[in-house]
């Protein structure tokens, strides 16, 4: 299985078959997690810490539950009462955390690059879960899975993104993943949630979703970032939905057979009709949930066998 990788910091440092690696072994461990007996042993003795300065329910709960199937020992750090707090640096929480021997650690940050500093400071594997407006790599891991699953491939697919495009380090590790793998990438949203260096990041740019969806296997809405907003981004949520919100109208330009997903959490009457959020036909929404405990599954293993590598080619 080829994973070079010492951290899985971001998506543009993968080449296709690292990507291809994680997702074939999550695939086996989607059968583990729908078995009776969800537990295996791949971090037996090792120790994960998660550390995350922004809230998070899902990718958290999403973590731990993936580190404790694999039989992690796993700790997580309340870091809004953190030392953090108390004026410490984020470099000397690093050099703290050093010193009490992890082996991964996974950490969520509001400000983006403050993931690699980290990995520089510390022996253990890092595993960014999410980091300002740069990358959100086990989401987009997880998108994948799910498409590929669905759609029984990642190539030549055209996958529409859309809504808050500038916010979104979730639509930043998409497209960068997607035009690994060869799909055709088209972002959707008003001006304002569009950055304008987007078109030069080899994808197609519309403000229209009509024109967005027609013919797209995939529709990936995302939600809006009210709380990384500091302006009038959008005229109001109503006017918002009208425009750029998902409904049976604005779904009928995408291919019949077309899937539509969330990362969350969903915004239903703003980003989604709930009708369409909870279509069994044609949602995967819940699925993406799944998806999410395996890759990180598969993310940890193969990020732990490397360690384990390493050392015992140190000692």
């Known amino acids: ?28 461990y989607v059968s583990l997690n729908r078995s009776t007996q969800k537990h295996g042993d791949a971090l037996a003795g090792l120790t994960q810490i998660n550390m995350f300065f922004e809230n998070s329910t899902r990718t958290q709960a ?28 984020l470099i000397d929480t690093a050099l703290t955390l050093n010193a009490m021997h992890p082996d991964i650690l996974v950490v969520r940050h509001p400000n983006s690059g403050a993931v690699n500093l980290l990995a520089e400071k510390v022996a253990c594997a890092v595993l960014n ?20 699953r669905k759609k029984g491939r990642l190539h030549r697919l055209t996958v529409a993104i859309c809504g808050d495009v500038a916010h979104s380090r979730v639509a930043r590790s998409n497209i960068l993943l997607l035009g690994r793998m060869e799909s055709r990438v088209r972002l ?56 750029f919100g998902l409904d049976a109208e604005k779904l009928a330009h995408a291919r019949e057979d077309a899937i539509v997903m969330h990362p969350g959490p969903m915004n239903r009457g703003v980003e989604i009709d709930g009708t369409i ?21 598969a993310a940890m293993d193969l990020l732990a066998r490397n360690l384990r590598a390493e050392r015992s080619a140190a000692a």
Not at 284 to 296: F, N, P, S
């Open 1 to 28: 299985m080829t994973f070079r990788a010492r951290h899985l910091l971001g998506i543009e440092h993968l080449a296709p078959d690292e990507i291809t690696a994680i997702l074939d072994l999550a695939d086996d």
């Open 62 to 89: 999403s973590f731990e539950l993936a580190g404790k199937r694999l039989g992690a020992d796993v700790m997580s750090m309340a870091m809004a009462a953190s030392s953090i707090k108390k004026g410490e640096t």
């Open 129 to 148: 879960a999410g980091d300002g407006r740069h990358e959100h790599p086990t989401q987009a891991l997880l998108d994948a899975l799910t498409i590929r």
């Open 277 to 297: 959020a909870d279509d069994i036909n044609r949602s995967v929404i819940q699925e993406q949930v799944e998806m999410g405990v395996a890759v990180r599954m």
């Open 188 to 243: 959707v949203g008003p001006p304002t949630l569009i950055p304008s260096q987007a078109r030069d990041w080899g994808v197609e740019v519309t403000h229209d979703m009509e024109t967005g969806l027609k013919d797209c296997d995939v529709v990936m809405m995302l939600r809006l970032q009210k709380e990384r907003m500091d302006g009038g981004f959008i005229p109001s949520e109503r006017e918002y939905y009208h425009r």
